[in-house]
Nanobody, 123 residues
Framework: QVQLVESGGGLVPTGGSLRLSCAAS????????MAWFRQAPGKEREFVAT????????DYPDSESGRFTISRDNAKNTVYLQMNTLKFEDTAVYYC????????????????WGQGTQVTVSS
């Protein structure tokens, strides 16, 4: 049974930082590209970052200004999202997702999803 468990969310002031973690089990982690998505209240889920199976390739939305960094540790079956200089509009539930194929921004390509972790940025 595949499980993705996110952690590291919480309440942070504007300008602060958080590191999210997603621990995977029940799959051969190194065979999966991974991604983070987020969903704010009243909005559709949106792509945040993705990383290749090896970790050598990462991709972010065109609008991303370099505040977020995705990384992974295949020895620990864990993917991370380092978020810096957080803004109020970053408030959302953050989800990690696993894709047996190549890295992609396309949400529908992801086979497995975590339950999400809440990130709240206070203004």
């Amino acid at each position: 049974q595949v499980q993705l468990v996110e952690s590291g969310g919480g309440l942070v002031p504007t300008g602060g930082s958080l590191r999210l973690s997603c621990a995977a089990s029940g799959l051969t982690f190194s065979l999966y590209s991974m991604a983070w998505f987020r969903q704010a209240p009243g909005k559709e889920r949106e792509f945040v970052a993705t990383i290749s199976q090896s970790g050598f390739t990462t991709d972010y939305p065109d609008s991303e200004s370099g505040r977020f960094t995705i990384s992974r540790d295949n020895a620990k079956n864990t993917v991370y999202l380092q978020m810096n200089t957080l803004k109020f509009e970053d408030t959302a539930v953050y989800y990690c997702a696993a894709n047996r194929g190549p890295w992609t921004r396309r949400e529908s390509a992801y086979n497995y999803w975590g339950q999400g972790t809440q990130v709240t940025v206070s203004s």
